[in-house]
Every structure is written in structure tokens, then in C-alpha cells.
T-cell receptor, first 117, second 108 residues
Framework: ETGVTQTPRHLVMGMTNKKSLKCEQH?????MYWYKQSAKKPLELMFV???????ENNSVPSRFSPECPNSSHLFLHLHTLQPEDSALYLC????????????????FGPGTRLTVL | KNEVEQSPQNLTAQEGEFITINCSYS?????LHWLQQHPGGGIVSLFM???GKKKHGRLIATINIQEKHSSLHITASHPRDSAVYIC??????????FGQGTRLTINP
């Protein structure tokens, strides 16, 4: 495997389900990101982990819970979601030299297309 | 008003035409990114620039920091260039703010 992988690629869940999205990067990067892309809206940053510590959280509802067990893996745990949470969830990674992460190229995974019924 | 505005939102052209997509931003930035998103969702980074101009193959990106404006040009456009092109500005550590994207369709 190369680059950034995400599983599953498609997920349909009910509002009472609990599911998890997985992201894995094979690039030796030390920063990982979750983004949400809703129809007709710009990409929104949800969470950033740098060196496995959460450094950015854009006031995302608590029904989304990230986990970064090591620098290569990132999870997004989902519970009691709403239909408006249906979107494409993208993971990305970059090499953060410290304090200048926005200047570094981010490599994106293929995304998980989530539908909440 | 979004912090990052792209124009046009949609662009259809014939194969071979010269394409320009514009991005204006209203905040201080440390860098600007151009990304390409194909149907199905995958995103590829095309350019990251903080001044001047960069060229890669048929793609050229320019930025004017004083005017807070960037352009992405495609020369000799081809149907495989059809995608959504996204401008994103870097604000602080690790944070990117995205434009709404420009949907480009190149007809043969």
C-alpha cells in the first residue's frame, strides 16, 4: 500500500448505529487530518493531529470522536449521527516540521462516502 | 462572504483551450494550495506557493500576495483535465481554509 488509504470507501448507517472510519498513511508523515465535504460546500477541517496530539478541533459535534493511536493511523468514531452528517469524509497527512504545517503539502486519501439514514 | 472565493464556479471549454481559474482571499496567509478533485472524491495536490509562479507540465500557478489573488492556468486543455479545482489558503499551523471549488469540463 502506498500513500493514504481509507476504509470503508462507502458506509450507510442508521442514526442509532456506532461505526468507525479508518485512515492509514504510508508516507512517514507526522500530522494527520480529518475533513468533511458536504454537497455544494467547501471542504471543512474537522480535526488535526500532529505527533499524535490533537492540535486543532473546529468545534465539531461530540458525536464525532477522533483517535490517533500512532502517527500512521487515524480513526473517526461515529455515534448517533444525523442525516445532515451525510458527506464525504477525507483523511490527509503531511510532514509537519513544527508550527508551519499549513505550508506543507497535504496528501489526501480517497475518502469515505457516508450516508446517514 | 467566504474567506476564499473562487471564480468561475463552473467552466466548460473545448479541448485545446487555455483555461484560467481565479482565487481571491481576504485573510493573511503563509501559503496557497491548488488541489484537483476527480469524480469519486480523490484529491491531489497540484501546487503549493507563497510567491511568484510555479509550472508543472501544462499547469501554471501564480500568486500576487499584495492583491491577495492567485490564478491557475491550464494550457492546451484536455478532457482528462475535467475535475474540480480547489484553492486553499494556509492560516497558521496545519490549518487550511478552502474555496468552494471550480468545476471544469473539457469537451473533446
Amino acid at each position: 500500500e502506498t500513500g493514504v488509504t481509507q476504509t470503508p470507501r462507502h458506509l450507510v448507517m442508521g442514526m442509532t448505529n456506532k461505526k468507525s472510519l479508518k485512515c492509514e498513511q504510508h508516507l512517514g508523515h507526522n500530522a494527520m487530518y480529518w475533513y468533511k465535504q458536504s454537497a455544494k460546500k467547501p471542504l471543512e477541517l474537522m480535526f488535526v493531529y500532529s505527533l499524535e496530539e490533537r492540535v486543532e478541533n473546529n468545534s465539531v459535534p461530540s458525536r464525532f470522536s477522533p483517535e490517533c493511536p500512532n502517527s500512521s493511523h487515524l480513526f473517526l468514531h461515529l455515534h448517533t449521527l444525523q442525516p445532515e452528517d451525510s458527506a464525504l469524509y477525507l483523511c490527509a497527512s503531511s510532514q509537519d516540521p513544527g508550527g508551519a504545517g499549513g505550508n506543507n503539502e497535504q496528501f489526501f486519501g480517497p475518502g469515505t462516502r457516508l450516508t446517514v439514514l | 462572504k467566504n474567506e476564499v472565493e473562487q471564480s468561475p464556479q463552473n467552466l466548460t471549454a473545448q479541448e485545446g483551450e487555455f483555461i484560467t481559474i481565479n482565487c481571491s482571499y481576504s485573510v493573511g496567509i503563509s501559503a496557497l494550495h491548488w488541489l484537483q478533485q476527480h469524480p469519486g472524491g480523490g484529491i491531489v495536490s497540484l501546487f503549493m506557493l507563497s510567491s511568484g509562479k510555479k509550472k508543472h507540465g501544462r499547469l501554471i500557478a501564480t500568486i500576487n500576495i499584495q492583491e491577495k489573488h492567485s490564478s491557475l492556468h491550464i494550457t492546451a486543455s484536455h478532457p482528462r483535465d475535467s475535475a474540480v479545482y480547489i484553492c486553499a489558503v494556509a492560516q497558521g499551523a496545519q490549518k487550511l481554509v478552502f474555496g468552494q471549488g471550480t468545476r471544469l469540463t473539457i469537451n473533446p
